[in-house]
């Protein structure tokens, strides 16, 4: 497979496609109806016609990969393909509807959001589900809110939460901000919860123990019944963290296995794009005996029609007005549309895609057999110069380096979408990388728009805007 990026330049090696502002500006005169001291009379535009306007933008998105470009397999980060037909829901112009219209004039949409707690309740056998939280980070730290509340309302304030060390890392992070210890715990030597230690860590302190299933390394913990009733023994409660639903839709739910409390990416796991820092949501599924503490409000169907209300001892909003909708909207027509039969093949491919293409790379795979995901070794290789090389083969990389029990990891998470003729082309992409010496992997990607940029710098002084390129 060879792979050559467009590259659109200024006409110098290191500028790319100019601004618009830099293609030559225009003084416009403006109009308005706004007090004066609040407008400007002239705005300087760029002066550009509607296909200069088309190609800027068409080049930039030449100079960019993306999974309408080619295969994205991220591990833990679910990048499917998303099908139009939401997207087009979305954008219908009645989808958009303003948050303050009274309930008994947006019937329709409240009918979709309480479809949608249903539905998502059903996936995950949960018995109350709130759409508000609006990331999957946004979610967990929810739910462990709402758990927090559990005890408190009890009289049995907890202050640990127990994560396994192979958690995603917003895990860690949502019990330390919710104020709690975080208790790690390592993993046993077949990637698994490791039960003594689990024993070892548990005690009346713990508030909850934070659990992905199958967990990061793509594996299913056996385990979990035990799991749960050593949890539920000292009073704590089983968060489950379902940002990657793919591999137990219509098969395993986490409220059969135990789990008290979990959120779903729906932008991973239900039709919107995930990545970019576009607009998510977490919905947050609760069993019975937590369904008082959901965030406000809550959508409730009545023999007068779908209303909202606040659930009894509510932790409060967790976001502006209802979450982020349309995101919502897509979920659910989604799921409308593929139906239990649609939802159940989604997750067999999802699985067998992570099998087969595991089985085709010559990278040393420590574990398996793997659900939705499965995490190679780079091994003598390091791992990030793996990813840049792939980019070179036309293919997205991996995410690498983590979970950090896999050497040089490459997590890598091919999901439903992709046919086997994909899958071979990505596997073909590994393996042209293995055989690379390291002269060759050092100096990646060479095919690309940008050659290796220099990551840090960027993580760390971010120029997000134009002006600031102007500032140099
Ligand atoms: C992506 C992910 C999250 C966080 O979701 P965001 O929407 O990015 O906040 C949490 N846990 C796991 C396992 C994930 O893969």
């Known amino acids: 497979m060879k792979f050559d990026q467009a590259r659109w330049t200024d006409g110098s090696d290191d500028r790319y496609e100019p601004l618009l502002s ?4 225009r003084e416009v005169e403006v109009e308005s109806d706004l007090p004066d001291e609040l407008t400007r009379d002239t705005l300087e535009l760029p002066d550009v016609s509607e296909p200069e306007v088309a190609r800027h933008y068409t080049r930039l998105s030449e100079m960019n990969y993306g999974v309408e470009s080619g295969p994205f397999p991220l591990g833990s980060c679910t990048m499917k393909y998303n099908p139009k037909f939401t997207e087009d829901l979305a954008a219908h112009p009645k989808a958009g509807i303003h948050p303050d219209r009274p309930e008994s004039t947006a019937q329709g949409t409240l009918q979709v959001m309480y479809e949608l707690q249903e539905y998502l309740g059903d996936i995950g056998g949960m018995d109350a589900v709130t759409l508000q939280p609006p990331a999957g980070a946004a979610g967990e730290f929810t739910g462990i809110h709402i758990a927090r509340a559990y005890h408190e309302a009890n009289g049995d304030a907890r202050s640990e939460v127990v994560i396994p060390d192979s958690a995603h890392g917003t895990n860690f992070a949502t019990a330390a901000m919710a104020g709690y210890d975080v208790v790690s715990l390592p993993s046993n030597d077949d990637g698994r919860v490791d039960l003594e230690a689990l024993e070892a860590a548990l005690t009346e302190e713990t508030a909850a123990l934070m659990l992905t299933n199958p967990n990061t390394l793509g594996l299913f913990e056996r385990d979990i019944g035990e799991i749960a009733e050593m949890v539920h023994d000292v009073g704590g409660l089983l968060y489950y963290d379902g940002a990657n639903l793919n591999a137990l839709l219509g098969r395993a739910r986490p409220g059969d296995m135990g789990f008290d409390i979990m959120h779903y990416n729906v932008h991973k796991t239900f039709a919107t794009p995930h990545g970019g820092g576009g607009p998510g949501a977490g919905p947050v599924g609760v069993v019975a ?8 409000p809550h959508v409730e169907k009545t023999p007068e029609g779908y209303q909202f209300y606040t659930p009894e001892r509510s932790i409060g909003k967790v976001h502006g007005h209802y979450g982020n909708w349309l995101v919502l909207l897509k979920a659910h027509a989604y799921i409308a549309r593929l139906g239990d039969s649609g939802l159940e093949d989604a997750s067999a491919k999802a699985v067998l895609n992570a099998n087969y293409l595991a089985e085709q790379v010559e990278y040393e795979v420590p574990f398996g057999p793997f659900h939705h995901e499965f995490v190679a070794s780079a091994g003598e290789q390091d ?12 293919v997205h990389p991996p995410t690498t380096k983590w979970p950090e029990i896999v050497p040089e990891a490459l997590m890598t998470e091919p999901t439903e979408v992709e046919s086997k003729r994909t899958l071979d082309q990505l596997a073909a992409a590994f393996n042209a990388a293995r055989r690379d010496d390291t ?8 095919r690309t728009a940008a050659r290796r940029i220099d990551q840090a710098s960027a993580a760390r002084n971010p120029r997000l805007s134009w002006q600031a390129l102007g500032d140099e």
């Open 383 to 394: 791992a990030a110069d793996v990813a840049k090389r792939m980019l070179d083969y036309g």
């Open 22 to 25: 830099e293609k030559g500006n």
């Open 439 to 446: 002269e060759t992997l050092e100096a990646a990607p060479e």
């Open 289 to 296: 005996d937590l369904r008082e503490f959901l965030p406000d």
